[in-house]
């Protein structure tokens, strides 16, 4: 594999409260080659969004990154706030879960969009408005209705996450992050804003990052997954391999909880549809998670020795070049799908 | 926007009426009689009844309210007792003090204001913050006659940069007219600088607590650009209801001010007007303030639709 656009190794984000220091993501290992469409999953709480912001380098200021964080070559973690600005909205961007209040109220949409070409490629604010039309037409918010002059509460949240895409998008980035894209959206417009991110990264080649906790989303839209719980990676690999396999209790667990995932568990023949399970419990406070499996007091399949020490991320199977990895003593074996 | 602005003009002139009655009733109730202060004290029964016909005090009160409020709508604001001169010949040069006075507090109000709550926000819970905010504290604080005071101490007496007191008139340059503004100009504007100040620190905090924030400093704006380019344009919107507001106070502090710096302005005329007990000429010049302060309230709510686009232009 040649050198992967975004790596983290051993990347911990803690946060100082009083003397102490807690890990809100804690000792995570991820590669992102360019071209790959990664997705994040885990429920709310296990830290996929501080791993975006980390990234972006917009963690909230008590916060702080250790351990490495590569983008491109250049260490993320080190690197001052003038040079980060220079990367962020130019190398790397990012699309939030909330259209409706992350668009300016005062702003026209068209000199939102074209801010960052002007800021990043020093062009001309006439220039970057035809930029911003050009983009406008690509996201699917065509002239004359879609004028660069509307004001976000003339549009609405579809359209909204249209402009926020098109925002992302205008310096060509090599790296999109996206929040829960569709969180905040209608169904009906969930489909048609992920055919369109679909689309544009197919057209332009950009990696991308995907947060979600719709699992049928992670399965059309990316071809890597990582499981995340309580600030750790638990099971990463191919989509389709994690999808068949869930190797890690929690995932199966996720996965059974959620109705894409239920429908692809094994049922005996004639069976109605499974009711949906929910995983025992909550996820572990930050402040109270023991020294040994995160998951071990919510798991089904908890022995001895999964209180004594925290798994590694070991190395399952390997599937055009793609690590199937999961951090569990004792993964489930059996398929789910062959 | 039409329908928006006609609908105000009409409330602007129901709610100066409104004001003009409770001024003139205010005027009615009022003890002393302005015929015994022109006559004296020892006067005969015999003098004053005829001075108060030559005033139009022996018709009913509805009468000389009509008459009164009919002159004011074209300019006529009556005569003074005490000048014996149209009200309106008074107002001239005395205008030409009193507004140029207003605009300069009330930019120092809002220029201030935005340094010292920008500023605050921005280093919010740091040592800035903390003196700046010690500041504005003090500023609350502190009445503007005591500040006109020191002022004059210090930059007057002590340091000889501006005049102690009185106005040169605009004849000899505008500069020299501006100089002698300058102090009662601060002492006005400061303390409601440190009042808006406040206001201002508090709107910035809530916009940098924005999604929109993070969506700009997502774009690669460091945080000063941010700030500025996003932040600041929405706290704006709460600052401006606060200046319209304060526009009234200002007005009252120009009688106290005008009156320790001896300008020759509205806020003076006033108060000698009510000290000798000219009650055409009070009724008529805080008719005349009321109705400016409205006015500006009038103008904030422009300024409203241009700050917020919600407002001006409604959603499809």
């Given at each position: 594999m040649t050198q992967p656009l975004l790596r983290m190794a051993d990347l911990s984000v803690e946060l100082p409260i009083g003397d102490t220091k807690i890990d809100i993501i804690a000792n995570t290992n991820l590669e992102l080659g360019r071209g790959e469409r990664l997705g994040i999953v885990g429920e709310s709480g296990s830290g996929k969004s501080i791993t975006a912001l980390a990234v972006m380098g917009l963690l909230p200021q008590k916060m702080r990154v250790r351990g490495e964080l590569i983008f491109d070559g250049h260490d993320l973690a080190k690197m001052s706030e003038e040079t980060f600005c220079k990367f962020r909205g130019r190398r790397m961007a990012m699309i939030f879960q909330e259209p409706m209040t992350a668009l300016n109220p005062v702003k026209p949409i068209g000199a939102q969009i074209a801010e960052g070409r002007i800021l990043h490629l020093g062009e001309t604010r006439a220039d970057a408005e035809k930029r911003a039309r050009l983009l406008l037409d690509k996201v699917g918010l065509p002239a004359p209705r879609f004028n660069l002059d509307l004001y976000p509460h003339q549009l609405s949240g579809g359209q909204r996450q249209r402009v926020m895409i098109a925002t992302a998008i205008a310096c060509e980035p090599d790296l999109l992050i996206a929040d829960e894209p569709t969180t905040a959206l209608d169904v009906t417009v969930q489909a048609q804003i992920l055919d369109l991110l679909n689309d544009l990264i197919d057209d332009t080649g950009m990696t991308l990052m995907l947060i979600t906790h719709d699992l049928g989303v992670v399965s059309e839209m990316t071809n890597r997954i990582a499981v995340m719980y309580a600030g750790r990676v638990v099971e990463t690999g191919r989509t389709d391999d994690v999808f068949a396999r869930m190797a890690h209790p929690y995932a199966r667990g996720l996965f059974a909880a959620s109705p894409h995932g239920a429908g692809l568990m094994p049922r005996p023949?004639?069976?109605?549809r499974p009711r949906l399970t929910a995983i025992p419990g909550v996820v572990p406070d930050p402040f109270e998670?023991?020294?040994?499996?995160?998951f071990a007091d919510r798991c089904g399949f908890v022995r001895d020795d999964c209180r004594q020490s925290m798994p590694a991320l070991d190395l399952l199977s390997t599937n055009e070049g793609i690590e199937h990895r999961a951090a569990c003593l004792h993964p489930c074996e059996s398929l789910v799908r062959p | 926007m039409i329908s928006f602005i006609s609908g105000r003009l009409l409330s602007l002139m129901v709610t100066t009426l409104v004001a003009s009655i409770v001024v003139f009733m205010l005027m009615q109730v009022l003890p002393g009689d302005p015929a015994l202060i022109i006559l004296g004290m020892n006067a005969e029964p015999e003098t004053v009844a005829a001075l108060h016909r030559q005033l139009g005090f022996d018709q009913p009160m509805w009468l000389r309210y009509l008459q009164w409020i009919g002159g004011f709508f074209v300019g006529d604001f009556g005569t003074s007792i005490?000048?014996?001169?149209p009200i309106s010949e008074l107002l001239g040069p005395r205008i030409m003090v009193t507004v140029p006075l207003a605009l300069m507090s009330m930019l120092i109000s809002i220029f201030g204001a935005i340094v010292i709550g920008v500023y605050a926000a921005a280093n919010r819970g740091k040592i800035g913050d903390t003196i700046a905010m010690g500041i504005a504290q003090i500023g609350v604080a502190i009445p503007n006659f005591w500040l006109a005071l020191l002022l004059i101490l210090l930059f007057a007496l002590k340091l000889l940069w501006f005049p102690a007191s009185g106005f040169s008139g605009w004849d000899d340059g505008i500069w020299n007219g501006l100089r002698s503004l300058v102090l009662p100009a601060l002492a006005l504007g400061l303390p409601l600088a440190a009042i808006l100040g406040r206001v201002t620190r508090s709107a910035v905090i809530e916009t940098l607590g924005e999604d929109f924030i993070r969506t700009a400093r997502a774009k690669g704006l460091s945080r000063s650009a941010a700030l500025w380019k996003h932040a600041v344009p929405n706290a704006l919107i709460p600052v401006v209801t606060i200046v319209g507001l304060q526009f009234s106070f200002l007005l009252a502090g120009t009688i106290i001010i005008e009156n320790v710096f001896n300008l020759p302005g509205i806020g003076r005329l006033v108060f000698q007007a009510i000290a000798q007990r000219d009650l055409v000429t009070v009724q008529s010049l805080v008719t005349l303030l009321a109705a400016s302060v409205i006015i500006v309230n009038f103008v904030v709510d422009l300024v409203y639709g241009y700050l917020d686009p919600r407002l001006s232009n409604g959603g499809h």
């Open positions: 023949a004639g069976a109605g998670r023991p020294p040994y499996c995160t | 005490t000048y014996s001169v």
